[in-house]
């Protein structure tokens, strides 16, 4: 099995303005969905990210407040998941509960190999 | 966390968000007093993202309430450091008001004082300077955490309606600085009644409405319930009355699921499945209609419950004790002297006295024409006793009235297919 990074990018959960109801749904969905892929032994754990931060750029390692990029393709969270090829992983995808307000991009954690 | 952890979904309590959504607002504006009630609001939805943010990736906190209120607790704590900040006063004491704020913090979220907080919360919302509406409104935002789309479904209104409404009731506590506590003396007791009033409404809400969508009328039941348990557990509201009110809402939702059948079609008390009835409800309900039976004070909830007791517990409809469903609905007639109590008494008097006295008692209703032609329940029940009669023709002209009004489906199909028979 290979490793899959799914990157949450999106808008924050506070811009969708959910009732108490509708958050305790929303989480319910977030736990059926991590809880079934620990089940087959697929989750392999994640975060979320904070979104306030520092950017580090430039030759003279200029530091500035960041990202700030743009609402809708702010960096949320990540999950590691572990599934047998792309097909498989973005499969995987349909029970995310977030479409409304994010989307994710499925990439492959490339296996480093020492001995080759 | 790791895989493997974890091996099934976890589940929440159901409505815990909500109920806990109560909690948080009744202390919180404790702490900052109503007037800050949208910091207040603010607040709870910052606790609830945090909650999300936390929960969502890995496994749920072993007591998720209590997780709750801690970050809502220090969420308060740390909103008031912030405050401090700009004060005028030396180093040394603001350490001191700080650190005496927050032990008076930390005691608004015991147990005990939540209860308290969410008591005041309810007295706040029943306010008598707010009408009705507004109180019933303000009372599912802020005591019982419904949005204001699930508010507007409830009460079968639109959002906007809805958003007014909780804004002129916010706005006009705000400019008449009405105090945030328990009333005392006389001002309880005539408070309380507003409470029962807005309790009862949002069950009937509930129960009756034909426009809204099984699953909300189902939770706001069961949020009037379980407002009236929390309001019974407190000693200002452990009185007779609380308790006759929560045991009429037990024996009616006891039917809840037995109204309709499986084509959405109402069935009458008479034809309903008696086994379908929720035995531990009716049982909750003669309970709570015992622990109401003392003192001197007859509420109109101790003959409705009464009343409800009776249907309840009789085994089938036959074995209805009529005679004595008159005798209470005779009482009841005293207390409150309205058109509908006196039609479902001329239902009873059909059983009681021969339909042609009923139909009289139903004649007799003050203003019964306009009530007939917006009404729908009038037209119904009057064409139904003319069907008894044998009277036909009326029967048929009034049933085909109350098709026309109705504004349930179900019922519609029912009296459909009255009128199709009388063809």
């Keep these: ?116 | 966390m790791s895989a493997g952890d974890q091996p099934t979904p976890q589940q929440l309590v159901d409505h815990l968000f909500r109920h806990e959504a109560g909690k948080m607002i009744a202390v919180l504006t404790r702490v900052f007093g109503i007037h800050n009630i949208e910091l207040v609001e603010d607040t709870v939805q910052e606790t609830f993202l945090k909650a999300l943010e936390v929960w969502k990736y890995g496994r749920l906190p072993d007591n998720p309430s209590a997780w709750l209120m801690r970050v809502a607790r220090n969420r308060a704590i740390d909103l008031i450091r912030r405050q401090q900040k700009q004060t005028i006063l030396s180093a040394e004491m603001v350490s001191v008001l700080q650190s005496d704020a927050e032990q008076v913090i930390q005691q608004f979220f015991l147990d005990s004082e939540i209860a308290d907080s969410q008591l005041r919360m309810i007295f706040t919302c029943c306010h008598p300077d707010l009408n009705v509406e507004d109180q019933v409104a303000l009372t599912l935002k802020t005591v019982s955490g419904f949005g204001v789309q699930e508010i507007a479904k409830a009460l079968v209104s639109n959002e906007s309606a809805i958003q007014k409404r909780l804004h002129r009731a916010k706005a006009h506590i705000k400019k008449h600085s009405i105090r945030f506590e328990i009333p005392v003396g006389g001002a309880l007791q005539a408070r309380l009644e507003i409470v029962y009033t807005v309790l009862y409404l949002l069950f009937n809400e509930g129960y009756h409405s034909v426009k809204s969508d099984e699953l909300i009328r189902y939770d706001v039941c069961a949020e009037a319930m379980r407002l009236c348990k929390l309001l019974s557990e407190h000693a200002v509201g452990r009185q007779p009355s609380t308790f006759a009110l929560l045991s009429l809402m037990c024996f009616q939702a006891s039917r809840f699921d037995s109204r309709m059948d499986e084509n959405d079609t109402i069935i009458l008390l008479e034809h309903q499945d008696r086994n379908k009835w929720n035995r531990e409800l009716i049982q909750l309900g003669s309970h709570y209609l015992g622990t109401a039976a003392t003192g001197d004070h007859l509420s109109v909830y101790h003959l409705e419950s009464a009343i409800a007791a009776e249907h309840c517990l009789s085994p089938d409809f036959k074995s209805t004790n009529w005679q004595s469903l008159l005798q209470l609905y005779d009482r009841l007639l005293e207390l409150k002297p309205i058109p509908i109590v006196q039609l479902n008494r001329s239902i009873v008097l059909a059983q009681t006295n021969g339909v042609e006295q009923a139909i009289d008692a139903v004649l007799d209703i003050p203003g019964l024409h306009d009530l007939i032609n917006h009404h729908y329940i009038y037209s119904v029940v009057l064409g139904s006793l003319y069907e008894q009669a044998g009277n036909i023709a009326e029967a048929r002209r009034l049933l085909e009235i109350g098709y026309r009004l109705t504004p349930s489906l179900a019922e519609k199909k029912r009296l459909q297919g009255k009128i199709l028979l009388m063809k």
Excluded: C
Excluded at chain 1, 1 to 7: G, P, S, Y
Excluded at chain 1, 17 to 45: C, D, H, Y
Excluded at chain 1, 48 to 76: A, N, R, W, Y
């Design chain 1, 1 to 116: 099995m290979k490793d899959f990074m799914f990157i949450i990018r999106g808008q924050e959960a506070a811009q969708a303005k959910r009732t108490p109801e509708q958050t305790q749904g929303n989480m319910q969905k977030w736990m059926n969905w991590i809880g079934e892929l620990s089940a087959k032994g697929q989750f392999v754990g994640g975060a979320p990210l904070s979104k306030e931060g520092k950017i580090v750029k430039g030759l003279k390692q200029v530091v500035t407040d960041g990202p700030f990029t743009e609402g809708k393709e702010l960096l949320g969270g990540y999950l590691i998941i572990k599934a047998n090829s792309m097909e498989e992983a973005t499969k995987l995808t349909s029970g995310f509960p977030d479409f409304d307000i994010a989307f994710l991009e499925v990439r492959e954690v490339i296996q480093m190999d020492m001995h080759q």
